[in-house]
Structures are given as C-alpha cells and as structure tokens.
C-alpha cells in the first residue's frame, strides 16, 4: 500500500522553542494532507486539512500562528509548532490522500513532541 | 452536534469472537472507518463501509445500518496481537472525518 513518512518519530524540545515535523508521501502524490494530535488516552483530533498550494484550513480552537502549516509540493507537508511550550508535549500524526476518495487515508508514523 | 460513542473498554479471551459497537450522529454520512492502533503508533486501516451490510475482511468483519447510524466491527479467533484501540470514524456530509474515542480491547490468554 501507499507510504507516508513523518519525522522525526521522537522530538525534545526546550521549551520556547520552534519544532519542525515533516510528513511525505513516497509514493503517491498527496493532494489533501491532514494533521492531527492526540493526546495520552485520547481519540485522534484533527487540527488542520491542507491541500498542495493552498493556505491550510484550521479547525476551531487550533491557533494557526503556533502550528505553521506548509504544503509546497504534492509529496511534502510540514507543521511548525512555534514557541512550544508544555501542554504542547503530544503525539502528532499527520495523514495523506492521493485525491480521488479511495476510503482509505494513510497515516504516518507520528511524532511525539516532549517540551521540557 | 456530531457524536461518535463507541465503548471506552472491552476484554476478550484468546481464540474467542468479539464485537466492538458504534453508534453516531453526524451533519450527513459519506462513508464509516474502522481503525486499529496499537499504543504509541499511528493507526492502521480496517475497513470502510458506505453501504447497509457486512463486509468480510479476514478475520475482521464491519458491519454498518444507516438507518440506525450503528455499525460494530467484529474480530474473529482472537489472537494476542489484536490487543489495541479501535477508532470508529464517520466522514459527513463536508468529507470531513469525526472521530469516536476508541475501544481499548484486551485480550487475555
């Protein structure tokens, strides 16, 4: 099946700091490109929708100045948590569809993000 | 608003047969995800039904009724492996998925 590829898999930051985590799709080309977070114990929650070319889309509650969304090319999108603090410490994975729906998203590995 | 309810927990023996529930209330319906993920990885597909009835995949099986808004998703000849959660998802009527808070399964031998 189709691959997605996220990294890095493990992050510690400082806190104050700005992390970058990127998602690719290797061998597909992925139009849409979701980010999601999920807390210990906790369903996934989706935190922004982005299509190649185009600004990301923000569910309500999510602050798009902290978490930078790019989606350059159809095999690259990357989420910036900036000024991570704390409560910031999660898992974060981010998903892929090739467009056209097939039923099926492809999912990274996530990444988990420490802020110390 | 949009509601997904699944059961927080269930436990299984080995080798025995299990079914994992979901009901849900969405602003339309494009189709329902089943989601297994094992703990600290990403989840992996099971399954997708947008048409009332059972769809056989192995020894997993999902099943959906839209008019009750309930699907369950049944796993045969348990093994240890199948320990995991598994996340019930609706796609509505803006393709957008809603998530349940998964089933955490437990098998013991």
């Known amino acids: 099946g189709a691959v997605v590829s996220q990294h890095p898999s493990w992050v510690i930051c400082k806190s104050g700091t700005s992390v970058k985590i990127e998602c690719r799709s290797l061998d597909f080309q992925a139009t849409t490109m979701f980010w999601y977070r999920q807390f210990p114990k906790q369903s996934l929650m989706l935190m922004a929708t982005?299509?190649?070319?185009?600004?990301?889309?923000?569910e309500q509650g999510v602050e798009k100045d902290k978490f930078l969304i790019n989606h350059a090319s159809l095999t690259l999108s990357t989420l910036t948590v900036t000024s991570a603090h704390p409560e910031d410490s999660s898992f974060y994975i981010c998903s892929a569809t090739g467009g056209g729906f097939t039923g099926e998203l492809f999912f990274g590995e996530g990444s988990r993000l420490t802020v110390l | 608003g949009q509601n997904i309810d699944q059961p927080t927990e269930m436990t299984a023996t080995e080798g025995a047969i299990v079914q994992i529930n979901c009901t849900y209330q969405?602003?339309?319906?494009?189709?329902l995800f089943w989601y297994q993920q094992h703990a600290g990885e990403a989840p992996t597909f099971l399954s997708y039904?947008?048409l009332d009835g059972l769809e056989e995949k192995g020894r997993f099986s999902s099943f959906l009724s839209r008019s009750k808004g309930y699907s369950y998703l049944l796993l045969k000849e348990l093994q240890m492996k199948d320990s995991a959660s598994y996340l019930c998802a609706v796609m509505d009527s803006n393709y957008q998925l809603i998530w349940g808070a998964g089933t955490k399964l437990i098998i013991k031998p």
């Open positions: 039904n947008v």
């Open positions: 969405t602003s339309g319906f494009n189709g």
């Open positions: 982005s299509n190649e070319g185009s600004k990301a889309t923000y």
